[in-house]
C-alpha cells in the first residue's frame, strides 16, 4: 500500500535520512558483506536508502524497487552520477519479486514489510530471492507505533493481519531465515539481519 502525504513528509524528510544512517551502520556490524555483491532494497522510496546502502556496503548491483511510481519518479530525479552504473529504480511490488530463486546476496527493507496487504507473502518472496547464505536486512515497525491512538488517524496501513514481533520473528523462522544475535527489539519496532540457511 503507497504511503499517504504525511508519512511521504516523514519519509522524505533530513531527519529519516539520519536515522537511516546510523540504522545502516548497526547492521553492517551484525553482519558486512563481500565485495562485488548483488543486492536489492524493496519499498525503497525516494532512494535516500539505496545510497545509503551503496556507501556502506558497496555492494556491484543494487536494484531498489517501490510500488508507488512518484517515489520511483523522485528516486530516479534524484540519482547521483556516481551511483549510475550500479543502482537501478524501478516499479514493482515487494509480494512478487521480479527476480529467479537464489539471485541476491542481500534484501534491504527499511519499514515496508508493514505496508503489504499480505505480509507473510512479502517475507517468503524474500526468502525465495535470497542465496543460501544472504542476508535479510530490516529495520521494521509495529502497530505500537504506526497504529497507535495518534498515528492511525495521521497514517494510511492495511489494517487486517497484522503481526508484532513474535509473529515477525515466527515467520523468518518458518521462511528459514535466522535472526542472527545482537538484533534490537522494541514494542515498537526491530532492527536486524537474519541469513537464509
Ligand atoms: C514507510 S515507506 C518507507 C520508505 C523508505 N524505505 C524509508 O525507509 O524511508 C514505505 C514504502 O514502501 C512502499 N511500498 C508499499 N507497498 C509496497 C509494495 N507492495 N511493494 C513495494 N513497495 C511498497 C511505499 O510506496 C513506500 O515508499
Not at 511510481?69 to 530516479?76: F, H, S, T, V
Not at 515487494?94 to 519499514?111: I, K, T
Not at 497484522?162 to 522494541?186: D, S
Amino acid at each position: 500500500m503507497k504511503v499517504n502525504w504525511p508519512e511521504r513528509l516523514w519519509v522524505n524528510s533530513p531527519l529519516r535520512y539520519l536515522i537511516q544512517q546510523r540504522e545502516t551502520q548497526f547492521l553492517k556490524r551484525l553482519r558486512d558483506l563481500e565485495p562485488g555483491t548483488r543486492c536489492l532494497e524493496i519499498g525503497c522510496g525516494h532512494g535516500a536508502g539505496a545510497r545509503i546502502i551503496l556507501r556502506t556496503f558497496q555492494p556491484e548491483r543494487l536494484d531498489g524497487l517501490d510500488v508507488d511510481p512518484a517515489m520511483i519518479r523522485l528516486a530516479i530525479k534524484r540519482q547521483p552520477h556516481w551511483t549510475v552504473d550500479r543502482l537501478l529504480f524501478f516499479v514493482g511490488d515487494a509480494q512478487q519479486l521480479p527476480y529467479a530463486d537464489g539471485s541476491m546476496d542481500a534484501v534491504f527493507n527499511f519499514g515496508i514489510i508493514h505496508h503489504l496487504e499480505n505480509w507473510e507473502q512479502g517475507i517468503s518472496e524474500i526468502c525465495r530471492v535470497l542465496k543460501r547464505g544472504g542476508g535479510f536486512y530490516f529495520e521494521e515497525i509495529y502497530p505500537a507505533l504506526y497504529a497507535n491512538a495518534i498515528t492511525r488517524r495521521l497514517l494510511d496501513h492495511p489494517t487486517e493481519n497484522r503481526f508484532h514481533g513474535p509473529e515477525y520473528r515466527a515467520a523468518l523462522q518458518k521462511e528459514g531465515l535466522r535472526l542472527l544475535p545482537g538484533y534490537k527489539e522494541t514494542r515498537f519496532a526491530i532492527l536486524g539481519v537474519a541469513v537464509k540457511e
